[in-house]
């Protein structure tokens, strides 16, 4: 019996993958959800987000995919090539997926501030940012 067929095996992959996958697919409804109120933040989160889902779904594949690999190849150092190539990818992939994010906590909307709401008027007395006109 191979390791591919083999169901603890497949839990125990799929068990290691599944809290960030979770937390990932719940990132990208939340993002979606308020999407209206900042459509350029939540643009952002939900392409970071859902790139992050991709890199985790195909880890657990490949993590499932090594052993048929290596009995394919029967070679360490061909595995090793394999393997590297891939966590390069990945961390490329993931290098993007988190400027995106990143992106989306400190980018500004148009017309609003980085918060999210819209900028305070300037001209108000009780506002910190509040410049008495020059003389």
Known sequence: MSELSNLPYLASAALGHAPLAIVYVVGVIVAIATWSRHPR?????????ALLL??????????????????HLQDA???GTWVTVFSLATALLS?????????????????????????PPQDVPGNPYHRPPAV
Do not use: H, K
Not at 41 to 49: D, E, V
Not at 56 to 67: D, G, H, N, S
Not at 95 to 119: C, D, I, K
């Open 77 to 79: 150092a061909g595995l």
């Open 95 to 119: 290098v993007v997926a988190w400027v995106l994010v990143l992106m989306a906590l400190f980018a500004r909307e148009r017309g609003g501030s980085a918060a999210g709401g819209p900028n």
């Open 54 to 71: 991709v890199i985790q779904i195909a880890t657990f594949l490949w993590q499932l995919y090594l052993p048929a690999l290596y009995a």
């Open 41 to 49: 933040r939540s643009g952002l989160a939900a392409g970071g987000l």
